[in-house]
């Protein structure tokens, strides 16, 4: 199996990377989490995890040691598949969804899309005493912010905007919902300014 991958970025999305390894790219999927802490081009090293069913072989990438571990953990969990996972990844991070099992909050894990009461319980029997705390590695630098020129800001914002539809659409979601769940977050002036906490803010509003 693949442990991790390390080459140059070809392309980042908040739920897709393609990684250049020795003139191979690899199409790695990956949580809003672990987005938010890649760069936006150059090297970059991600730790992998190979998903294979009969109609694919898919591989799911993580910024650090307890993301890959919690996914690992979720995917041991009757009902919750890779996709479903990293999902749950992208409502919540490691740590966060961490303590809400070991507080055993059935309630908060239940807000997150696709998973009923049902599931909750059972994730959160099931990892409540798997679970340790884990190092995670050291941070990759934060991706570029937006520029100061006018022209650029309004281009970044339209990209924002489709970038946070299209990672929505694979999470799973409605494309209608999510192009109107946009439209009224953006319609506020303090609305955010980057991609990955648009995203959050669409997340926390379902």
């Not at 999305?13 to 989490?33: D, F, K, R, W």
């Amino acid at each position: 199996m693949i442990a991790f991958l390390e080459g140059d970025i070809a392309l980042k999305t908040p739920t897709l990377l393609i990684l250049q390894v020795g003139g191979v790219g690899y199409e790695v999927h990956i949580s809003l989490n672990t987005y938010g802490k890649l760069p936006e081009t150059g090297p970059c090293k991600v730790l992998t995890h190979m998903s294979i069913r009969e109609d694919a072989h898919l591989l799911f990438g993580f910024a650090d040691a307890l993301e890959k571990s919690m996914f690992q953990h979720l995917i041991s969990v009757q009902g919750i598949g890779p996709q479903s996972a990293r999902t749950i990844l992208s409502y919540a991070s490691p740590s966060d969804l961490e303590d809400s099992i070991r507080r055993g909050a059935v309630h908060e894990i239940q807000r997150i899309k696709g998973i009923g009461p049902k599931t909750a319980q059972r994730l959160v029997l099931d990892l409540r005493d798997r679970i340790r705390p884990e190092t995670a590695l050291q941070g990759s630098p934060s991706p570029l912010g937006p520029s100061s020129n006018a022209d650029n800001e309004t281009s970044s914002h339209t990209k924002m905007q489709e970038e946070a539809l299209l990672a929505l659409v694979a999470l799973g979601f409605s494309r209608p919902a999510m192009e109107k769940s946009l439209r009224n977050i953006l319609s506020d002036p303090q609305s955010p300014h980057d991609t990955e906490s648009l995203i959050r803010a669409v997340l926390h509003s379902l």
